[in-house]
Nanobody
């Protein structure tokens, strides 16, 4: 497993932007696929965006396409989520997750990841 620490959450008005960052340590992060999940109050934790081990492939759910971008820097062991045009419905705790794999596929389910950060709160006011 790798240890993951998220940062960058906060309170922003609708239409604003935030950049979440996830710092990894403990293993060779470049051999891990990574993802961002979110969990709103009373709801299940759900997949938002994923990136493969090399950063050459990304996947975003339809609700954030055109607004969010996921990227990684394997030299710095970080995965970022750039969030633009934020909406009140984006309000949630956002979690970084990682899975040791060098396949090209994406992983959408919570149980498929074995490393998790502690989460960072994103609140979007209307």
């Amino acid at each position: 497993q790798v240890q993951l620490v998220e940062s960058g959450g906060g309170l922003v008005q609708a239409g604003g932007s935030l950049r979440l960052s996830c710092a990894a340590s403990g293993r060779t992060f470049s051999s891990y696929a990574a993802a961002w999940f979110c969990q709103a109050p009373g709801k299940e934790r759900e997949f938002v965006a994923g990136i493969n081990w090399s950063g050459g492939g990304t996947y975003l759910v339809d609700s954030v396409k055109g607004r969010f971008t996921i990227s990684r820097d394997n030299a710095k062991n970080t995965v970022d989520l750039q969030m633009n045009s934020l909406k009140p419905e984006d309000t949630a705790v956002y979690y970084c997750a990682a899975k040791p794999t060098t396949t090209a596929r994406y992983y959408f389910l919570r149980y498929e990841y074995d490393s998790w950060g502690q989460g960072t709160q994103v609140t979007v006011s209307s």
